[in-house]
């Protein structure tokens, strides 16, 4: 148990669906992030939200939307999806700025989109 | 950008030394980390070090950095099979305002009975 947990764990849809994973942390953390991790590519931060700031890597399409309505939650919004984005997707928390910057991962939401 | 290069595999018998490489090559990289991922499962912290120092050890554990040549190394003694794992080099520099850390590739390890 890391504290940081994710919903659903496992995920199949369609290219035409809309859907939503869940991230949520227990330890007090005001920076949560969004991870890609795909078979034979390194682990891609896609997006990070924390008290001081939100980035997106402008490489993430726009059929991700993320949403975090407070410093607990994090959300990643999902539609029009490809088959080439079925990846192990990873939510992390940490400290935020100024700290030592180690971040506890979820388990992951393993999408497949057919 | 930066970089983090790790071997992509290591298999190693039971009960031996396991030393898992990494390079980086930011070198205004402050924190250096080493997580491991079991399979069905996220990452996991095993155990960072400043750029201050040259070794932390801790129980099994010992890291290595060598500041001037980017090289980091996790030295896992007495593997046991539970330890067959991804095992993933990470660094952050201190400039980075949330934490953002540039991951290798992991090294799968694989311990042999």
């Known amino acids: 148990e890391t504290g940081v947990t994710q919903t659903p764990r496992h995920l199949v849809m369609g290219m035409t669906n809309k859907k939503s994973l869940k991230c949520e942390q227990h330890?007090?953390?005001?920076?949560m992030y969004w991870y890609k991790q795909s078979a034979k590519k390194p682990l891609e931060l896609m997006f990070v939200y924390s008290l001081e700031e939100r980035v997106e890597n402008n490489s993430v399409p726009s059929r991700f939307s993320p949403e975090c309505p407070n410093s607990s939650h994090l959300f990643l919004h999902l539609h029009t999806l490809q088959p080439e984005d079925s990846a192990l997707y990873l939510c992390?928390?940490?400290?935020?700025?100024?700290?030592?910057?180690?971040?506890?991962f979820g388990e992951g939401s393993r999408l497949t989109v057919l | 950008g930066e970089d983090v290069e790790q071997s992509l595999f290591l298999s190693v018998r039971e009960g031996d030394s396991s030393v898992i490489n990494c390079t980086y090559t930011d070198s205004s990289s402050t924190y250096l980390y080493w997580y491991k991922q079991e399979p069905g499962a996220g990452l996991q912290l095993l155990t960072y070090?400043?750029?201050?120092?040259d070794m932390k050890q801790d129980q099994r554990l010992t890291v290595l950095l060598n500041k001037k040549d980017k090289h980091l190394s996790l030295r896992i003694a007495d593997t046991q099979t539970g330890d067959s794992a991804i095992y993933f080099c990470?660094?952050?520099?201190?400039?980075?305002?949330?934490?953002?850390?540039?991951f290798g590739d992991g090294t799968t390890l694989t311990v042999k009975p």
């Open positions: 070090i400043f750029s201050n120092m």
């Open positions: 992390a928390s940490s400290r935020g700025s100024r700290n030592t910057g180690e971040l506890f």
């Open positions: 990470a660094e952050s520099s201190e400039w980075s305002n949330a934490g953002k850390s540039t």
């Open positions: 330890l007090g953390h005001n920076a």
